[in-house]
Structures are given as structure tokens and as C-alpha cells.
């Protein structure tokens, strides 16, 4: 993968198959330490400069893929143009081949910004080289162009690279930030299902209780009631679970009047919503009601609920307003997980939340969702 350093093995030796398939082009060099009718002092020093600029150069290379300090890089591309400039003019022209991967290897390690001032600094040492080096600029033309393409070449394959890891990178993030979403969602859902339910079911388990000594019938019902309940909230939780669910309006409605009803507090509720909302609006405005009714249920005491649904116009256009009011303690409105998750909510489709106190008592919750502007 680019951009990857090796993983195991078999990455390894593909990576040094595919740098040592160009050390080809070092045949000129070797041919010349074996034919070149040097000394032999000549030949071992030639053999041991060509074996360390090899070595330098393949260290250099190989460290492509780490972020290593630019100046131990402009260093090292130094000490290789040194080498490459020592040997051709003290062993001939055929080693004037060296400059290209001085080239290549400053266009590969370097930035873009520092390589594009090496690679044609490194073509033009070869140029002075050439013409120092008897017969050199015979050899100029053919090495010319590769080391310049060559190392320009090499700056566009690691400016690729860079850009495949911050792809790469973002992708992960991306992944992250997803999973992140999805764990909010399933707590904001798992939240409000079962404190809605397991709300109604202590009321009603409270209810059973009170009725069983002299009304077992009616506490009978209330038993079979949190059965009923209990299993919906199955249902609901393993839908949630799945991603699938969206409440609605109407099934919320039916559910407020059933949670109000066995808490003891009078519910005035519209009987339903004449303006058409997008899915994503209407499954906002379900939760709100589910946790404004809730809460009312929970921690209000109030005796009395009402719940009014209407299509209002605004500055912004067109929205429909949930509130639910009741007549209880009142109280601040914190800021807990059923309201922060509420708004999270409201304003990924556009709406809004204001909740709070009507007056010494009572409270009083508003959701409004933008009209017609649902996908």
C-alpha cells in the first residue's frame, strides 16, 4: 500500500525487489571497476565508494515513508553528491550515472518546497562533472534528462504519497467520528425509550400494589398492562438497537394519554397533526413528546397536561411547534441527558428547544421543526 511502511516479511522483500530492480543501471559503473584497466588500488577504492554510495543511497530510500528531519536528509543527499562528484572524476565518465540517483533520492526524501531547488541542483552538478571528466560530455545528453525527469518524477510520487496517508488518515477519522455518532445515538434512543417505559411501569406496578388487597381485578389489568409494556419496550430497544426506528406523532400521542392517565394527571391532547412533515421532523418532534411527557410523569406532580401541536409562520418560514405544559413544581430547566439529547435532535433537522418555567409553578417545553424543508 503506498504511503505504508512494511508489514511483515513478504511487504519487505517486495519493497527491496522493487528500489533494487533500478539499481540496474549501476551496470556501467561495475563494468568499468572490472574492464576499466584501473589499478588495482584503484579498483578496491572504486569498489568500496561504490559499495558505500549504494548503501547510503538504500538507507535514504528505504526511510521514504518515516517523516525523518529534513536536515539529516539534506545531509545525507549531500554526502551521496559528494561521493558521486569524487568518483567520476577520479574513476571516469562512466560513473557520472551516480548523479542520477542523487537526483532520484532528493526527490524522493525531501519536501516539495526543498525539492524542487535539489533535483535541478543535483542535474546541474552532473553537468559541471561532465565537462571535468574527460569524454563526459558524450554521456551528458543521455543523463541529463533522466536525472531530471527522474528526480522531478520522484517529487510527484511522494507528494502522492503524503496525500494517499492524509486520505488515509481521514478516513479513519471519518470512521471514528461515525462510530462516535452511533454510540450517541443509541444512548440518546435507549434513553428515551426506557425512561418513558420504565416509567410507566412503576406507575402502574405503584397502582397494582395500592389495588391488589381489595380490587385484585382491576390490579390484574394493571399486571397485564405492564406485561404489554414491558414487551413494547423490548420491541422498541431492539429496534433502536438496529437503527430502524422512528417514532411517530400519533403512536407518541396514543402513548402520552396512556402514561398520563395511569399517573393521575388529566391529559388535553389534540387528536392529530394536520400538517404533513418529512419523516426526519416528525420522529424529532415524537421524541420531545416522549420526554416532555416523561418528565411530567416523573418529576413534575402536576395534575394537569397539555400538550398542543400547531403550524406557525415565522421570519425563518413556516414551522410546527410542539409544547407540552403542565402545572406542576416547575423548576430550572437542567440541562440533563433527556434535553441535551432532545436538542441534538432538534437541530440536526433545523429545529429548536426551549424549555422552562411558566411562573412560580408549572413548566412548559417548545420544540419547533422548520415546515417542508425535510429530504
Not at 562512466?94 to 533535483?119: C, D, H, K, N, Q
Not at 410523569?297 to 411547534?321: I, Y
Request: hydrophobic share 45%.
Amino acid at each position: 500500500m503506498i504511503g505504508v511502511r512494511p508489514r511483515d516479511r513478504r511487504h519487505k522483500i517486495v519493497q527491496s525487489l522493487w528500489i533494487g530492480l533500478w539499481l540496474f543501471y549501476l551496470s556501467a559503473p561495475v563494468t568499468d571497476l572490472i574492464r576499466g584497466g584501473h589499478s588495482l588500488g584503484a579498483r578496491l577504492l572504486g569498489g568500496l565508494g561504490l559499495a558505500a554510495f549504494v548503501a547510503w543511497y538504500l538507507l535514504l530510500v528505504y526511510r521514504t515513508a518515516r517523516q525523518l528531519p529534513v536536515g539529516r536528509v539534506l545531509f545525507s543527499v549531500a554526502v551521496l553528491s559528494a561521493q558521486a562528484t569524487i568518483l567520476s572524476l577520479s574513476l571516469g565518465r562512466e560513473w557520472l550515472v551516480l548523479f542520477v540517483y542523487v537526483s532520484i533520492s532528493s526527490g524522493a526524501a525531501l519536501p516539495g518546497e526543498i525539492s524542487r531547488w535539489t533535483v535541478p541542483g543535483a542535474t546541474a552538478l552532473l553537468a559541471v562533472t561532465a565537462f571535468a571528466v574527460p569524454g563526459g560530455d558524450a554521456y551528458l545528453t543521455g543523463l541529463l534528462i533522466p536525472a531530471l525527469m527522474g528526480g522531478f518524477a520522484m517529487v510527484g510520487i511522494r507528494a502522492m504519497i503524503r496525500t494517499t496517508v492524509e486520505l488515509r488518515e481521514a478516513r479513519a477519522t471519518v470512521a471514528q467520528l461515525a462510530a462516535n455518532e452511533e454510540r450517541l445515538r443509541m444512548a440518546r434512543d435507549l434513553h428515551d425509550l426506557l425512561g418513558h417505559s420504565l416509567s410507566l411501569i412503576t406507575l402502574k406496578s405503584e397502582l397494582a400494589g395500592r389495588m391488589l388487597p381489595s380490587r385484585p381485578e382491576a390490579a390484574a389489568q394493571q399486571v397485564a398492562d405492564i406485561e404489554r409494556v414491558s414487551r413494547q419496550a423490548l420491541v422498541d430497544v431492539r429496534e433502536a438497537v438496529s437503527g430502524y426506528r422512528r417514532p411517530t406523532l400519533p403512536g407518541e400521542l396514543a402513548g402520552a394519554r396512556t402514561a398520563l392517565t395511569a399517573a393521575g394527571v388529566v391529559a388535553d391532547l389534540p387528536s392529530e397533526l394536520t400538517a404533513e412533515l418529512a419523516e426526519e421532523q416528525e420522529s424529532a418532534l415524537a421524541w420531545s413528546l416522549r420526554e416532555a411527557v416523561t418528565n411530567v410523569v416523573r418529576h413534575s406532580g402536576a395534575t394537569r397536561c397539555t400538550v398542543t401541536l400547531e403550524t406557525r409562520q415565522t421570519l425563518a418560514g413556516p414551522v410546527v411547534e410542539l409544547g407540552v405544559a403542565d402545572d406542576g413544581a416547575g423548576g430550572s430547566a437542567t440541562a440533563g441527558n433527556g434535553l441535551t439529547g432532545l436538542t441534538e435532535r432538534l437541530e440536526a433537522v433545523g429545529g429548536t428547544l426551549a424549555a422552562g418555567p411558566t411562573g412560580k409553578t408549572g413548566f412548559r417545553l417548545r420544540a419547533c421543526v422548520p415546515l417542508g424543508s425535510g429530504s
